[in-house]
């Protein structure tokens, strides 16, 4: 009987020792299962902002991209504008200085002491004038669609860098999603068998 009461007592004292040790694991187990869950949800809350900015980026690029464009083609058109206004005013000063060399050598009249002998020449390029002003006018509109250019090319580099990354660390916050919903999967498991 003592034998028996030994037996007894010794494997009581290993079911208690199991007992406490599949309680230990199971503690464990719902913790990690717990954590692995908040982790789940931040990283799907952190991929539903990362949508959001990925969203908000898209939509600002196409509105810049708009504007740039409208930029461009208002700039391309007052250049035809001004260059076209430049030929009739070039052509205009042209037939004006042959037309007042012609009269001041034709008239046998001695011209009045304020005039030279030099032909009209009107406002046109030589010294700067309305000419010259539409030159300028013409250089910074041309000015503005470079840079213009330049800023849309520089905008859809750092919008597609963006759209890049932004890409990655989506699809490495939804590898890692997968992982932990595995591990919470095989965590549950595991936590029903020690139960």
Sequence with gaps: ??????????????KTTAVETLNSEIEELTASIAKT??????????????????????????????????????SQEAQTAVAQALTVL?????????ATAF?????????????DDEPY???????????????VIESDFARLEAETKANEASGQKEYDEFMADSEVDKASKQTDIKHKE????????ALQQKE
């Design 103 to 115: 009269v001041q050598k034709t008239n046998k009249q001695e011209p009045p002491a304020i005039f």
């Design 90 to 98: 070039k052509e205009f000063y042209a037939k004006a200085a042959q």
């Design 1 to 14: 009987r003592d034998k028996e009461l030994g037996t007894n007592e010794q494997t009581r004292n290993e």
């Design 182 to 189: 595995q591990k919470i999967q095989d965590e549950s498991s």
């Design 37 to 74: 869950k908040e982790e789940v949800t931040a990283l799907t809350a952190a991929v539903a902002d990362l949508d959001a900015a990925v969203a908000k980026a898209t939509n600002l690029r196409e509105q810049e991209k708009e504007k740039n464009q409208v930029t461009i083609d208002d």
């Design 121 to 135: 020449t009107g406002m046109g390029e030589g010294g700067g004038g309305v000419v010259g002003m539409l030159e």
